[in-house]
C-alpha cells in the first residue's frame, strides 16, 4: 500500500479485504477450497497494523476504525471455533450456521455497548474542527484567445478555487498561490494553442480514485 495512500482510502481498502476474507472463508467451510485463505488474513493484519501505528487519525476516523476491527474480531472468533469444530470432527456447515448465528448476536451486543460509552459530546467537538467538505463536482473552463479578458480571469479563478475544493476534499495540501497559478495557466494556454494551432484550451479539474486530476484538452 502506497504511503501517500490517504487514512480514509486505507480504511475503505481495509473493509473490502475483510469482505473478500469473509467470502474465502465461506468458501473454504461450504468445501470450495482445500486450505483455509490465511494469506488475505496475513495481508490484512499487516493493513491494520499500518493504521494503528498512524499518529494523525481523526475521531471519526478512529471511530470508523475500531468498528472496523470489532467486526475483524467478530469473524475471526466465529473462524477459530468453525475451525476447531471442523478438526474435531463435527458436522462443518451445520456448526458453522450456528456458530453465525451466535456470533451476530453477540457482535450486535458488543456494538450496543460500544454506542453507550461513545462520547457524543467529543464526536460533534471533532466535526466542528475537522468538518467534511463539501461534495466536489468536476470544473471545465475554457482559456484562449477567442475569450474576453474579463471572462479569462473569472474561468482561471474559478478553475482555482475548484482545483483548491478538490485538493481539500482528498486531504492534499494547497502550496500554489493564485497569482503563482495563473501564470502557468496562462504560459501553458499559449504554449499548448501555438502547438495544436488552437484558439482555446478546455482546463479541467476532477477527482478520480480519490486522487485530484489536472487536465487540458
Not at 475483510?18 to 467451510?29: H, M, V, Y
Not at 457482535?107 to 474542527?129: G, H, Q
Not at 471572462?151 to 474559478?158: G, H, L, M, V, Y
Not at 475544493?165 to 494553442?193: D, M
Request: net charge neutral; glycine share 2%; aromatic share 10%.
Amino acid at each position: 500500500m502506497s504511503e501517500t495512500t490517504s487514512l480514509d482510502e486505507q480504511l475503505s481498502q481495509l473493509e473490502t479485504e475483510i469482505r473478500r476474507l469473509k467470502i474465502e472463508f465461506d468458501i473454504f467451510f461450504n468445501g470450495g477450497r482445500e486450505r483455509p485463505p490465511y494469506d488475505t488474513k496475513h495481508r490484512i493484519d499487516k493493513m491494520v497494523k499500518r493504521i494503528e501505528e498512524n499518529k494523525s487519525l481523526r475521531f471519526q476516523q478512529r471511530f470508523r476504525f475500531n468498528q472496523i476491527l470489532a467486526r475483524l474480531s467478530a469473524f475471526q472468533r466465529l473462524w477459530d471455533r468453525t475451525v476447531k469444530d471442523r478438526e474435531e470432527g463435527r458436522d462443518l456447515r451445520t456448526q458453522y450456521l450456528v456458530n453465525f448465528r451466535e456470533n451476530e448476536e453477540r457482535r450486535r451486543e458488543e456494538f450496543s455497548e460500544a454506542i453507550d460509552e461513545l462520547d457524543v459530546d467529543a464526536v460533534f467537538s471533532d466535526f466542528r474542527n475537522n468538518p467534511l467538505p463539501p461534495r466536489f463536482e468536476p470544473t471545465t473552463v475554457q482559456i484562449g484567445r477567442n475569450v474576453s479578458q474579463e471572462q479569462q480571469e473569472s474561468n482561471i479563478r474559478k478553475l482555482y478555487e475548484s482545483l483548491q475544493h478538490a485538493k481539500r476534499t482528498v486531504g492534499e495540501p494547497i502550496t500554489t498561490s493564485y497569482e503563482q497559478f495563473r501564470q502557468v495557466i496562462v504560459q501553458n494556454t499559449q504554449k499548448l494553442c501555438a502547438e495544436r494551432q488552437t484558439d482555446q484550451v478546455h482546463f479541467t479539474v476532477d477527482i478520480v480514485d480519490g486522487k485530484v486530476k489536472f487536465k487540458a484538452k
